[in-house]
């Protein structure tokens, strides 16, 4: 069965700062990995996916996250977080395009000035 | 519609009372998945249909859950006899496609209904 780790549950960052997510996952085959955000009150939006390829995938909102098979990870990025970043940030892995989903635990982030 | 909406936003329910919850997905959409997202956790998965069949129904938590889409369109989550652990935002989606098929394996989400049972 897939899982997703997400090991932070908050992090505290100083606007524009740099921002780095961790997330594992476990799954025996390729998977289709996903990074969502979810603002107070808001529905899921996707911020970037992997499938195959470049294993540095570019997302909205200036995200990345690279995978490393190696390491089971697949950890998000911002280079510089500004304070409309704060919101929580979940990782997914599916075993297909258009399939169920497997949803890791989240990490609120908490944007200081 | 343009987007997956969802209704009630929100509701308020006294244990042992039913509720019905509506997607309305976005239009021409085949396939719908429920998630149920309780405080402080990620979505977890509740059930899947293709078309007006249910596919997999395996993430419903107890016999009190029960889904439909009868016309393949609007799909109702219905919960019987709701109980205090019901109580978390219920979430539609369905995946977006490509112009030339296939799906891109985006999901689009709902706002989500919050259901509170007393």
């Known amino acids: 069965a897939q899982s997703v780790t997400q090991p932070d549950i908050h992090i505290t960052v100083s606007e524009g700062a740099s921002l780095e997510l961790r997330c594992n996952y476990s799954?025996?085959?390729?998977?289709?990995l996903f990074w969502y955000v979810q603002s107070p009150g808001q529905g899921l939006q996707l911020l970037l996916k992997y499938f195959s390829g470049d294993t540095l995938v570019q997302g909205i909102k200036g995200f990345e996250a690279e995978f490393k098979r190696s390491q089971s990870s697949f950890n998000l990025r911002k280079p510089s977080v500004h304070w409309s970043d704060a919101a929580e940030y979940f990782c997914a892995v599916g075993k297909a395009a258009g399939n169920k989903l497997t949803f890791g635990g989240g990490t609120r982030v908490l944007v200081k000035p | 519609g343009a987007g997956v909406s969802q209704s009630p936003r929100y509701k308020v329910a006294k244990r042992g009372q039913d509720v019905a919850l509506r997607c309305d997905p976005i239009s021409g959409h085949v396939s719908l998945f429920w998630y149920q997202q309780a405080l402080g956790q990620g979505p977890e998965f509740l059930t899947y249909f293709q078309n007006e069949a249910q596919l997999d129904k395996s993430g419903l938590p107890s016999d009190r859950f029960f889904a439909e889409r009868p016309e393949g369109s609007v799909s109702t989550l219905k919960i019987q006899r709701t109980q205090q652990e019901d109580s978390a935002v219920y979430l539609c989606a369905s995946p977006s496609y490509k112009t030339s098929g296939g799906a891109t394996g985006e999901l689009f989400f709902g706002e989500g209904s919050r259901l509170t049972v007393l």
């Open positions: 799954y025996g085959a390729t998977p289709y």
